[in-house]
């Protein structure tokens, strides 16, 4: 009779041997990786952070690079340093101001940007416009709770759609294989206090994206959704003058990555075909312990992660409850100073 320890070595050599398989299969057999060289890449917020790093990586790999975003000196300079890294003189490479926070702006920005490619649509639009205004809920009002909404979910939504609207239009031969590619942040697999304007509408972009991946398969468009943790950005730098003391110490334990960084874990992410794309370790675990039906194609690997997050996320928890918990008395005085209270 077999007995109990070496069921177990048994079950962790066919865990192994599957791993090893798996890999190998993704090494040999998984379809041709998307390649960027020679495709018009469409990119909002492309002048700082993400946005930015991702649009000096595309023009280096040989796209043709748009950038979209409101400010036209910020533009100018971007347009700079992409000319710098341009890989031939064909590449096309333009920056357009515009805001895409409503449909007609969408439209128009996309207008613009199509027209050098004979009004044909984008080959991949990289959604990375986003602001994050954390603070306490109750220092919320409904204008603030709405403009979180404007400045990350419609701003994913309505470029979108203006562009999906557009590339049904093209035979479907040159609409597959297009890709939208949609911003959330690990703040989209969870929350903690003083995201509460912020985290709702990163969930909303992960909705948003799960639905599209559905039903873009109509027309063969791929969407990806990334979720980063911390960018050191210039917009990292602006948010953490209203962070809360409180989310400041949870956040320690994000070590965060350069915004150069965390475009390399992207690309790597949609050229390997992931719809849910991370680059670190907790967007790892969370990745696989939220995951319920989003699509997934990485098996062990992912039950591996979910493991890990299965028994190392409650006590992260816990830790974080007791992080806020802390806080309370500081907090009474916070709201005294804030004139919350009367007496
Ligand atoms: C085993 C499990 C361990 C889990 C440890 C998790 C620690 C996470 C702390 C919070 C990270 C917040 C990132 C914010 C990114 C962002 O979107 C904002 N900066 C807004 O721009």
Same mark, same amino acid.
């Given at each position: 009779? *077999?007995?109990?320890?070496?069921?177990?070595?048994?079950?962790?050599?066919?865990?192994?041997?599957?791993?090893?398989?798996?890999?190998?299969?993704?090494?040999?057999?998984?379809?041709?990786?998307?390649?960027?060289?020679?495709?018009?890449?469409?990119? *909002?917020?492309? *002048?700082? =952070?993400?946005?930015?790093?991702?649009?000096?990586?595309?023009?280096?790999? =040989?796209?043709?690079?748009?950038?979209?975003?409101?400010?036209?000196? +910020?533009?100018?300079?971007?347009?700079?340093?992409?000319?710098?890294?341009?890989?031939?003189?064909?590449?096309?490479?333009?920056?357009?101001?515009?805001?895409?926070?409503?449909?007609?702006?969408?439209?128009?920005? $996309?207008?613009?940007?199509?027209?050098?490619? =004979?009004?044909?649509?984008?080959?991949?639009?990289?959604?990375?416009?986003?602001?994050?205004?954390? =603070?306490?809920?109750?220092?919320?009002?409904?204008?603030?709770?709405?403009?979180?909404?404007?400045?990350?979910?419609?701003?994913?939504?309505?470029?979108?759609?203006?562009?999906?609207? +557009?590339?049904?239009?093209?035979?479907?031969?040159?609409?597959?294989?297009?890709?939208?590619?949609?911003?959330?942040?690990?703040?989209?697999?969870?929350?903690?206090?003083?995201?509460?304007?912020?985290?709702?509408?990163?969930?909303?972009?992960?909705?948003?994206?799960?639905?599209?991946?559905?039903?873009?398969?109509?027309?063969?468009?791929?969407?990806? !959704?990334?979720?980063?943790?911390?960018?050191?950005?210039?917009?990292?730098?602006?948010?953490?003058?209203?962070?809360?003391?409180?989310?400041?110490?949870?956040?320690?334990?994000?070590?965060?990555?350069?915004?150069?960084?965390?475009?390399?874990?992207? $690309?790597?992410? !949609?050229?390997?075909?992931?719809?849910?794309?991370?680059?670190?370790?907790?967007?790892?675990?969370?990745?696989?312990? *939220?995951?319920?039906?989003?699509?997934?194609?990485?098996?062990?690997?992912? #039950?591996?992660?979910?493991?890990?997050?299965? #028994?190392?996320?409650?006590?992260?928890?816990?830790?974080?409850?007791?992080?806020?918990?802390?806080?309370?008395?500081?907090?009474?005085?916070?709201?005294?100073?804030?004139? #919350?209270?009367?007496?």
């Amino acid at each position: 009779m *077999t007995s109990i320890p070496s069921l177990a070595l048994y079950a962790i050599a066919a865990g192994a041997t599957s791993l090893i398989l798996y890999e190998l299969y993704i090494m040999f057999f998984r379809k041709k990786k998307w390649d960027a060289k020679g495709k018009h890449c469409y990119i *909002t917020g492309g *002048t700082a =952070g993400l946005g930015l790093a991702l649009a000096l990586k595309l023009t280096k790999e =040989g796209a043709n690079v748009s950038i979209v975003a409101r400010n036209q000196e +910020r533009l100018e300079k971007a347009l700079k340093e992409m000319e710098a890294v341009r890989q031939s003189p064909d590449q096309k490479l333009n920056v357009y101001s515009f805001s895409v926070h409503t449909t007609a702006d969408a439209e128009a920005s $996309l207008d613009a940007a199509c027209k050098p490619y =004979g009004g044909k649509t984008p080959d991949a639009m990289f959604l990375c416009a986003g602001t994050a205004r954390p =603070g306490f809920f109750i220092e919320q009002d409904e204008s603030s709770l709405k403009q979180s909404f404007d400045e990350i979910y419609w701003l994913s939504a309505l470029p979108a759609l203006a562009a999906t609207k +557009r590339m049904v239009r093209e035979p479907l031969s040159e609409t597959r294989g297009k890709k939208i590619v949609l911003v959330s942040s690990s703040l989209g697999y969870f929350s903690i206090v003083g995201y509460s304007s912020y985290s709702p509408a990163k969930f909303a972009v992960r909705g948003l994206a799960e639905a599209l991946h559905s039903e873009l398969m109509l027309y063969g468009i791929d969407v990806h !959704v990334f979720f980063p943790g911390t960018i050191f950005s210039p917009g990292l730098i602006t948010e953490n003058k209203t962070k809360p003391k409180v989310t400041l110490k949870i956040e320690e334990r994000d070590e965060g990555m350069s915004p150069e960084r965390w475009a390399d874990e992207l $690309l790597k992410g !949609v050229r390997d075909g992931d719809f849910h794309v991370v680059g670190d370790f907790i967007g790892r675990v969370f990745r696989s312990s *939220t995951r319920g039906a989003s699509p997934s194609d990485r098996g062990i690997i992912d #039950f591996i992660y979910l493991m890990i997050g299965v #028994f190392g996320v409650p006590p992260w928890r816990k830790s974080v409850d007791e992080n806020v918990v802390k806080h309370v008395d500081e907090h009474q005085e916070y709201l005294k100073e804030r004139g #919350f209270k009367t007496s």
